[in-house]
């Protein structure tokens, strides 16, 4: 399973960015999908996640301002991110369960990272 993703940037206090993940693969079902991000000096941290078939995340840590969706036809998560602070300035990954649904096994992966930085 590969993740990518894309729509990181920079974005002025106050301003908008969305967050998109593909996750390609011909082998797995993607089930929970989640959003990640760890600024400088920080800890990784969650951010949100929403499980396969669900319009509403399991978690929302910042759910006044960011929105985590998903398509599962596309395997594809987004994170609308709104009203955006400096502090949230880091880099955003995208994280994804994989498996077979015949199978309990399921395998963790991520993408690279994506840089958002939201200047004062």
């Known amino acids: 399973v590969q993740l990518v993703e894309s729509g990181g940037g920079l974005v002025q206090f106050g301003g908008s960015l969305r967050l998109s993940c593909t996750a390609s693969?011909?082998?797995?079902?993607?089930?929970?999908m989640a959003w990640y991000r760890q600024a400088p000096g920080n800890p990784r941290e969650l951010v949100a996640s929403?499980?396969?078939?669900?319009?509403?995340p399991d978690v929302d840590s910042a759910k006044d301002r960011f929105t985590i969706s998903r398509d599962d036809a596309k395997n594809t998560v987004y994170l609308q991110m709104n009203s955006l602070k400096p502090e949230d300035t880091a880099v955003y990954y995208c994280?994804?369960?994989?498996?077979?649904?015949?199978?309990?096994?399921?395998?963790?992966?991520w993408g690279q990272g994506t840089q958002v930085t939201v200047s004062s």
């Open positions: 994280f994804a369960e994989a498996g077979n649904s015949d199978d309990y096994r399921r395998f963790r992966y």
């Open positions: 693969t011909t082998m797995f079902t993607i089930y929970n």
């Open positions: 929403i499980s396969r078939g669900s319009s509403t």
